[in-house]
């Protein structure tokens, strides 16, 4: 049932004051044969029908908790501590979306802060930002950020190949007007992909005058990780060349590897859904930013910072706000109006709740658990796993069938959900899966997924 607030008086007031007879003429500027077009609409449903439409399209689906889930490729299954819901759905932080009041915004701001701050630790940066849509687009933004900080004078940027592919298609999407070439993620050999220390050297060898800045991942698309000692020589060429180092993290691989900002990093940019933030479906998720001090006001999005009022009583401030909501759209940074400030809410009780312990556990869960499942699998007649380097929780495996055949035979006849296809992401890597594991896969599910693509090797016959 629609609430209409205006009663009839009270409409035709309005009515007469702005001029006109009835509420169909303020549409007299819409051409007649389009101002009331007829809407080929079902017919109307009771809320049992809309109840009984609703429960039949959910169970078309597949949650995974229903079935062994091993697919990753940028969303992870993670446990979420019921905390994290029970705090979230509050009514004063449901509906506290955004402080367009600050100073009566007290209790989002000291979230956004909680926020920041905790950001702050994991990366090792100096300054976090509260906050972006997701991982891509705060990617995007980081490297309009690095066009902007080298004064639009260095129109290259080098992308490592092996970031997400999504992300680089944002990035792609961002840029594709300005003056700008975005050089690294494509044109390489499979035989290159497998060598990241190699892809690494490539990339450094193209530094020179016009570059703003080289972008790696850590962990990459494939679940590798890049030593830091390496990195540090990567950063100190890349800021010899004059352009900065941006890394895209896996938060949660930050509780076990060492921070970007140990390792040289200007600015760090992630995917927070890890966080306590579940699949669902693809987002709302959220976009990790930070960055050194040096660099705050080139920074998108809301910085939320700490003082005290004229009684000496601590309070919290928008310190900076350079969207083009607050300042002049030229001197905007970003035009994102969202800052998915729930999404950074359940970031903040997740971290705050697990702790630094906590998350380093689930992390090294992640760990183990993955490189078991490697080990496993290299035993199994048909099957290659190629990541050689460190990885977290993802790695690269050779199969001998087609993955889409694999992945179905998996579905159908155990009940498993396998790994992503790569060749989805690249032709080169046809004919290669990406699984990953996380605190959330037990032993079983992993011993039944091993003993799944064994029986389902070359000879299978199902």
């Excluded at 004051?17 to 500027?29: C, Q």
């Excluded at 932080?93 to 630790?121: D, H, K, N, R, W």
């Excluded at 479906?281 to 005290?308: D, S």
């Excluded at 919290?316 to 809410?345: C, F, P």
Aim: glycine share 8%; aromatic share 8%; with cysteine.
């Amino acid at each position: 049932m629609r609430f209409v607030p205006h009663t009839e008086e009270e409409r035709r007031e309005m009515l007469r004051v702005i001029g006109v007879e009835r509420m169909e003429d303020l549409f007299a500027d819409v051409p007649e044969a389009y101002r009331f077009p007829p809407l080929n609409l079902p017919r109307p449903l009771t809320e049992l029908e809309v109840r009984w439409e609703l429960e039949a399209l959910a169970e078309a689906n597949i949650p995974t908790g229903q079935y062994a889930c091993f697919l990753g490729a940028g969303a992870y299954r993670h446990f979420i501590p019921a905390v994290i819901d029970e705090l979230l759905r509050r009514g004063e932080f449901y509906t506290a979306y955004t402080p367009y009041q600050p100073e009566v915004s007290q209790g989002t701001l000291q979230a956004m802060f909680e926020f920041q701050s905790m950001i702050c630790a994991l990366t090792g940066m100096e300054v976090a930002n509260a906050s972006h849509y997701d991982g891509s687009s705060a990617l995007a933004e980081a490297v309009l950020m690095a066009l902007r900080l080298t004064r639009g004078e260095r129109p290259k940027v080098l992308l490592f190949p092996t970031i997400h592919p999504e992300y680089r298609a944002v990035v792609r999407t961002y840029v594709q007007h300005l003056d700008v070439r975005l050089e690294g993620e494509r044109g390489w050999t499979l035989d290159q992909l497998r060598r990241p220390i190699l892809l690494l050297e490539e990339l450094e060898a193209r530094l020179d005058a016009e570059t703003a800045a080289l972008v790696i991942p850590y962990p990459d698309f494939l679940g590798r990780v890049l030593p830091p000692s390496r990195l540090r020589e990567t950063a100190d060429r890349v800021h010899q060349a004059g352009a900065l180092l941006i890394a895209v993290v896996n938060p949660i691989a930050l509780a076990l590897f060492e921070p970007p900002g140990s390792w040289g990093a200007d600015i760090v940019v992630g995917e927070g859904q890890p966080l306590g933030i579940p699949l669902s479906f693809g987002g709302p998720y959220l976009g990790i930013m930070a960055t050194r001090m040096a660099f705050v006001r080139q920074l998108p999005g809301r910085i939320v910072g700490e003082t005290v009022d004229l009684e000496g009583r601590r309070g919290y401030v928008l310190t900076l706000s350079t969207r083009e909501q607050h300042i002049r759209r030229e001197k905007a940074t970003s035009n994102i109006t969202t800052n998915v400030g729930l999404m950074a809410l359940a970031a903040t009780i997740y971290l705050s709740v697990m702790g630094k312990h906590g998350l380093r556990q689930v992390a090294s869960l992640c760990y183990h658990k993955a490189h078991y499942l490697a080990e496993r699998i290299a035993s199994l007649p048909g099957y290659e796993v190629w990541t050689e380097h460190p990885f977290f929780h993802e790695f690269v495996v050779r199969t001998p069938r087609p993955v889409a055949e694999i992945n179905r035979i998996l579905y159908e006849d155990y009940q498993i959900l396998g790994g992503y296809d790569l060749g989805q992401a690249d032709p080169v890597l046809s004919g290669h899966m990406l699984l990953c594991v996380t605190e959330m896969n037990t032993r079983e599910e992993i011993d039944a997924l091993v003993e799944a693509l064994g029986e389902i090797g070359p000879a299978y016959g199902g």
